[in-house]
């Protein structure tokens, strides 16, 4: 692995922490600090939700996507089981 492609892979959590050093104290100026509280829980809790019902199949299609011969196949085949899942979850609810 070579420099560029070092560099190119580092763009975007470098580029995350510098818009994050941006965006925090403007957000913290505006809004009252138990909202920001409330909405970052809610965040945490939506990453919680799709990584729960993503089943692992993100990894299975980034894995299995350039050796595919069907693409779109095997994107409904990641895709359906945790939509239907989270479908069947919240029809529950």
Same mark, same amino acid.
């Given at each position: 692995?070579?420099?560029?492609?070092?560099?190119?892979?580092?763009?975007?959590?470098?580029?995350?922490?510098? =818009?994050?050093?941006?965006?925090?104290?403007?957000?913290?100026?505006?809004?009252?600090?138990?909202?920001?509280?409330?909405?970052?829980?809610?965040?945490? =809790?939506?990453?919680?939700?799709?990584?729960?019902?993503?089943?692992?199949?993100?990894?299975?299609?980034?894995?299995?996507?350039?050796?595919?011969?069907?693409?779109? =196949?095997?994107?409904?085949?990641?895709?359906?089981?945790?939509?239907?899942?989270?479908? =069947?979850?919240?029809?529950?609810?």
């Amino acid at each position: 692995m070579n420099i560029k492609v070092i560099l190119a892979f580092s763009i975007g959590p470098v580029g995350s922490a510098a =818009l994050g050093f941006v965006t925090v104290p403007l957000l913290a100026w505006f809004f009252s600090s138990e909202d920001l509280g409330r909405l970052n829980i809610a965040q945490m =809790l939506y990453s919680l939700v799709v990584m729960i019902f993503a089943l692992g199949l993100d990894q299975a299609y980034v894995r299995e996507h350039h050796s595919s011969q069907n693409k779109s =196949l095997l994107f409904k085949q990641c895709f359906l089981p945790g939509c239907a899942l989270l479908l =069947l979850r919240a029809i529950r609810n």
